[in-house]
Structure formats: structure tokens, C-alpha cells
Nanobody
């Protein structure tokens, strides 16, 4: 497993932007598929965005398509979730997740597919 450290959450007004970061402790992401999930109070953890190991494929929840972007900076060994045009319904704890993937092209959307998780970062969008 990989220890993940997330940052970048906070309070923002509707329409604003935030960028979440996820950094592994002591390892690189070279062999991993990665994803972002979120969990609002009283709700199940849900898929937000995913990226294949190769980076050639990404996928997004319908609710965030066109507003959120998952990316990876190899030089900084960091995974990002850029969130634009934020809405109050985006309020949740956001989690970064990674797992070793032998398939270069698959995007994993189920929480159970991931073996390593960050501690979560709170995103609150006010109306």
C-alpha cells in the first residue's frame, strides 16, 4: 500500500475553484491507476474522477463532467483534481485513491478497486 497525503480543500463560494493535490509518501505513481472520490454526510462514497495508469484515459461522474479535471504531474509526483464552477452539492470530503494496475488503459470507478487511500480533505461550497 501507498500512504497518500491530500491537501487543497477549503471553503469556497459557489462558482469558485479549488485544486486538490495528492502526494504519495516515499513512492511514485508510475505503476498506478488513480482516482478521486467524495463522501457527503449521510451518503455513500462516490466516484468523482479516474485516470488510467498510462494517463491516456480518464473518466468522470456525470455530475462533474466539464467542471472537474484529474491530472498528474510526473515531475512533482502529484495527482491533482482541478475543480471549477463549484456548486453547493459538491460539498463533501474528497479522497484520493491509487492502486497498482497491470492494465495501462483501464479507469477504475469502484472504491473496492483501490488499495490505498488518503485521509480526505474537506471541500465546502457556500451558496
Amino acid at each position: 500500500q501507498v500512504q497518500l497525503v491530500e491537501s487543497g480543500g477549503g471553503l469556497v463560494q459557489a462558482g469558485g475553484s479549488l485544486r486538490l493535490s495528492c502526494v504519495p509518501s516515499g513512492r511514485t505513481f508510475n505503476s498506478h491507476a488513480m482516482g478521486w472520490f467524495r463522501q457527503a454526510p449521510g451518503k455513500e462514497r462516490e466516484f468523482v474522477a479516474g485516470r488510467s495508469r498510462s494517463g491516456d484515459n480518464t473518466d468522470y461522474a456525470d455530475s462533474v463532467k466539464g467542471r472537474f479535471t484529474i491530472s498528474r504531474d510526473n515531475a512533482k509526483n502529484t495527482v491533482y483534481l482541478q475543480m471549477n464552477s463549484l456548486k453547493p452539492e459538491d460539498t463533501a470530503v474528497y479522497y484520493c485513491a491509487v492502486t497498482v494496475s497491470f492494465d495501462l488503459t483501464v479507469v477504475l470507478t469502484r472504491p473496492s478497486a483501490y488499495t490505498s487511500w488518503g485521509q480526505g480533505t474537506q471541500v465546502t461550497v457556500s451558496s
